[in-house]
């Protein structure tokens, strides 16, 4: 019988999903693993693969139409099989229902408890074995995940790219209970309203979450950044005689942190309901700006990569969250997080928790001003904040103290962190 291409899931938070243009046309064959439409998310612009092998018989959901994730947006034509002399829909398989009666995927999904990560060569090797959809795989063997005990919910129980548990995650508890939101001002003549976009809609709801679910605790330090302004003037004065491209202060920020964490391990953790889970690898997710809001891409096993390697990581995953080409596995996962305000002449500010992380960063503009130095002398010096954000039930204040200080250390000492 005729089967129905549905609008796949293919990220934790998406709910629905757009099609930004179809790959192929009525009457065309498919086959399992064909890209088949570009399709865009609340955070990213991916391709989407036929689950199954057939003829292309009828398109649902044009280009440009948004429709919520199960709501089956194409219909499929198996092998031999003949569409209806009168014109009419072929009988599909299942009882699916067309795209106007159809459920949203959401209500309908089951949860899946994440699996542990496995060794990547296990993980590789059990996973070709296993039913899944080629970019399943894919998604698998870039996080280092075992396919072997996860619940498929493609077509004949085919594990597809929404099933893949996101490497080291662990459950977001929703709120005991929602608030009732407070009533705005009523829009006017000259206001505008603006819709809510799907990306902004999870940011409310993740937010949310962390502020009512985890009890926050906040430590300030002010760091010496000259030490780190005249490294990295050196270093850049190297590499652009090299040819090379220029480090910026966040990159050894950003190495900082990751080296930190590495000497007070319990700091790189989630709370797991009845136990924390602290993490082997630190997975680094960096705050960047888009149009719609924040997204979180991760450098992943940052702790092996060196200050050039996270530098061009960076600039890698944020030009492509810019333009929506981030892939599912490039955003989820991560263990701690870094949001820096500095080039927005931020001096100081509190981050929010990212859900399931026990901590995140939050990074000032480096400013000059008197100091006291050595023998009691004032001179200007160059000074930057930067503030912790803890989650409470996983790290202790002395704990996070301790962090910080090795951090402190690094800045103001930048050739550490090349050992």
């Known amino acids: 019988m005729a089967k129905y291409i549905e609008m796949p899931k293919l990220a934790d938070t998406m709910t629905e999903g757009t099609v930004v243009k179809w790959l192929i046309k009525e ?50 034509l198996m092998k031999g099989e003949v569409a209806p002399a009168d014109g009419s829909m072929p009988v599909v398989g299942g009882g699916a229902k067309p795209a106007a009666a159809a459920a949203p995927a959401a209500a309908q999904a089951s949860a899946v408890t994440p699996a542990a990560p496995a060794k990547a060569v296990t993980a590789a090797d059990s996973n070709a074995r296993i039913k899944a959809s080629p970019l399943a795989k894919k998604v698998a063997a870039a996080q280092g995940v075992s396919l072997a005990g996860v619940a498929g919910t493609g077509p004949g129980g085919r594990i597809i790219a929404r099933d893949v548990p996101a490497a080291g995650s662990a459950p977001v508890a929703a709120p005991a209970a929602a608030a009732k939101p407070i009533a ?53 004065a190297a590499s652009e005689a090299a ?31 009845d136990q924390i889970i602290q993490y082997g690898s630190v997975h680094l997710s960096v705050a960047v700006s888009v149009d719609d809001g924040l997204l979180t891409p991760v450098i992943r096993d940052a702790q092996k990569k060196s200050l050039r390697e996270i530098s061009e990581g960076v600039k890698d995953l944020a030009g492509r969250a810019r333009t929506k080409k981030l892939l599912p596995n490039e955003f989820v996962g991560g263990t701690i997080t870094v949001s820096n305000l500095g080039a927005y002449g931020i001096e100081d500010f509190c981050a929010i928790v990212n859900p399931p992380q026990a901590m995140i960063i939050a990074v000032g503009a480096i400013v000059k001003k008197p100091v006291v130095g050595a023998n009691d002398q004032i001179t200007v010096g160059q000074r930057m904040k930067i503030t912790l954000s803890g989650d409470h039930r996983v790290v202790d204040g002395a704990v996070a103290a301790t962090y910080l200080g090795e951090l402190k250390k690094l800045i103001e000492s930048p050739a550490l962190m090349l050992l």
């Open 243 to 273: 040819g090379g491209p220029k480090l910026t202060v966040n990159d050894f920020v950003l190495k900082a942190v990751v080296t930190a964490a590495t000497k007070v391990p319990a700091v790189n953790a989630s709370f797991a309901g």
């Open 27 to 76: 009457g065309d064959k498919v086959s399992t693993g064909d890209e088949i439409a570009e399709v865009e998310t609340d955070k990213a612009t991916m391709g989407m693969e036929a689950f199954d092998s057939g003829t292309v018989h009828k398109i649902l959901v044009p280009a440009g139409q948004k429709v919520p994730c199960g709501t089956p947006i194409a219909m499929l």
């Open 184 to 236: 705005s001002t009523p829009a006017g003549e000259g206001d505008t309203k603006i819709a809510l976009s799907g990306m902004r809609r999870i940011i409310a709801e993740r937010l949310l979450a962390s502020k009512t679910t985890i009890p926050h605790f906040y430590l300030t330090i002010e760091v010496d950044a000259g030490p780190l302004m005249a490294f990295r003037a050196a270093a850049n």
